[in-house]
């Protein structure tokens, strides 16, 4: 098996491992494992009231109820009562108290949103394009499944979906690519995940 060094930040919190295949019910553990894990790391960073993350834990179940992703840190924006204008700047401060909470920190990249879908890949692994869309994290590169990167507003996605494209690619080709995580603004968050999802 080929050897690589994987940018994986390590949670505060005990590891999720997730599941080795990906079928419907995984992708939905999954889910559950990012939203958990991203409301306890909100709590603790004093980042939202309880009862707020509570609100949009609930509004982030019924949106994926209805096949139309959403994830908890904008939920917590918009029940914070913030209007579309103002969400680009409160989601940034809430991904930078998510960060916080990871070793090592995930960077901003301001032109990941300018990168090109990897189709040929999500063709590859439906899966994987599947559990993307689910946790609002695109693909932004992939040279040939050795170095693959992941975006997203909240790095807790990023690094969880990070993890499970490791796992498929290392089981397909029994090679560990070198993992890139970085988080983007809000509105290139939007555009892309609007471009790779068709939401």
Known sequence: MKNSYTYLPDL???????????AHSDIAQVLDACIKQTAEALARS??????????????????????????????????????????????????????????????????????????????????????????LTPVIFVEDTDAIGVA???????????EKIQEAVARRFEIRPFLTIVRIEYEAWSFLTHKHFEL
């Open 46 to 135: 004093n980042a939202a009231s309880q009862t707020d993350i509570l609100h949009a834990i609930e509004a982030v179940r019924n949106a994926h109820t209805h096949n139309q992703p959403l994830d908890l840190i904008e939920a917590v924006a918009r029940a914070h009562g913030h209007q579309e204008e103002h969400l680009g700047g409160i989601v940034r401060q809430l991904g930078d108290k998510l960060a916080s909470t990871l070793n090592p920190t995930p960077p901003i990249i301001p032109f990941a949103g300018k990168l090109i879908a990897p189709s040929a890949f999500y063709e590859s692994f439906v899966p994987i394009h599947k559990l993307a869309r689910s946790l």
């Open 152 to 162: 997203s507003a909240n790095p807790i996605a990023a690094t969880l979906f990070a």
């Open 12 to 22: 505060a919190t005990p590891a999720f491992t997730a599941p080795s295949v990906l």
